[in-house]
């Protein structure tokens, strides 16, 4: 049975220690993803005419450890050694270490309000040969899929761009990373099921959704 005891000041849950939440993700590489969001959001609100595609400056191994960090933290006590979360760990940890082989990390940029936090679920593509994990974290305006097969394709109706070509990069070096603008799913893609794929969630899955009833889509720029 675990411990219990009195919390004066709320409920308390095991989270990231101070190191990880303060130093590595506040303080490394978040600032990354906050600027590429920020930058972002001002294309989609922008009243000029922009290009289907613009480049934008960024960090591309800070950006997807700091994606990578908010979606490992999602959940108490899940913390397990085995051959997926020990490399992923070392990862995180150490600046040095490359990618995990397998992994692919999907960004396309979100129009739309309300925010999606998957772990751990499990999509399937009736047109594949084997289903992949699936964490997804989504949040106006960037959206964020990993999946841990490489071979694994998404439905055809839609082709998130990824890191892939970066992974061997060290995190202080910069790219000019292609950003759709025109090029937007739906709201709940991928994990609202279609006619080729349905996402499944056993109970060691954690899925959080603020959707609105009826999304709207806010105003993309118009291609030249």
Avoid at 47 to 59: F, G
Avoid at 143 to 154: G, K, T
Avoid at 173 to 180: I, Q, R, S, Y
Wanted: glycine share 6%; net charge positive.
């Amino acid at each position: 049975m675990p411990r219990t005891g009195k919390s004066p000041d709320g409920v308390k849950y095991r989270s990231l220690c101070e190191r990880c939440n303060k130093l590595l993700l506040g303080t490394w590489y978040d600032p990354t993803l906050i600027k590429l969001a920020e930058h972002t959001r001002t294309l989609l609100e922008s009243s000029l005419d922009l290009p289907p595609t613009v480049q934008v400056r960024s960090h591309p191994q800070r950006l997807v450890r700091s994606v990578l960090g908010h979606l490992a933290a999602q959940g108490v006590d899940r913390y397990e050694k085995g051959s997926i979360t020990v490399p992923l760990r070392d990862y995180l940890l150490d600046p040095a270490v490359s990618m995990p082989a397998g992994l692919r990390v999907h960004y396309w940029v979100y129009p739309h309000p309300g925010r999606v936090l998957l772990r751990d679920g499990v999509i399937c593509n009736f047109g594949e040969n084997k289903p992949s994990m699936l964490w997804l974290m989504k949040a106006y305006p960037l959206a964020f899929a990993v999946v841990w097969d490489r071979n694994f394709n998404f439905d055809v109706t839609f082709v998130p761009r990824d890191f892939d070509r970066y992974s061997d990069l060290g995190v202080d070096d910069e790219v000019d990373l292609p950003m759709d603008l025109r090029s937007v799913p739906s709201a709940v893609w991928p994990e609202a099921p279609t006619e080729n794929t349905a996402l499944l969630m056993g109970k060691e899955a954690i899925f959080a959704s603020a959707l609105p009833p009826r999304s709207r889509l806010i105003r993309v720029p118009s291609a030249k």
